[in-house]
């Protein structure tokens, strides 16, 4: 299983990015899948969960800011922020919702003026 997160940078507060995670070596298709955050000094969060058919589930600190989606025929998961906050910055990683498979190399989210 590989799962590779992109998108990561510096943004300033208030501000938006967009993470993409593609995936292989899973049938991503019947997966739930899930973004995952860890801060520095924190451990690893839910950010934000989506199942096979594309119901969601948020994090309270992230609800209404973050938005998931998923691509089936891409094997790509995505997580659009807006709205971004200092204590967002974090490094993200994707994975499934259930059953963790091998944790890939996350993306740094940097929120800061």
């Known amino acids: 299983v590989q799962l590779q997160a992109c998108g990561g940078g510096l943004v300033q507060p208030g501000g938006s990015l967009r993470l993409s995670c593609a995936a292989s070596?899973?049938?991503?298709?019947?997966?739930?899948m899930a973004w995952y955050r860890q801060a520095p000094g924190k451990e690893r969060e839910l950010v934000a969960g989506?199942?096979?058919?594309?119901?969601?589930n948020y994090a309270d600190s992230v609800k209404g800011r973050f938005a998931i989606s998923r691509d089936n025929a891409k094997k790509a998961v995505y997580l659009q922020m807006n709205s971004l906050k200092p204590e967002d910055t974090a490094v993200y990683y994707c994975?499934?919702?259930?059953?963790?498979?091998?944790w890939g190399q996350g993306t740094l989210v940097t929120v800061s003026s």
């Open positions: 989506i199942t096979s058919v594309g119901r969601t």
């Open positions: 070596g899973i049938i991503f298709s019947i997966k739930a």
């Open positions: 994975n499934t919702l259930f059953d963790l498979a091998s």
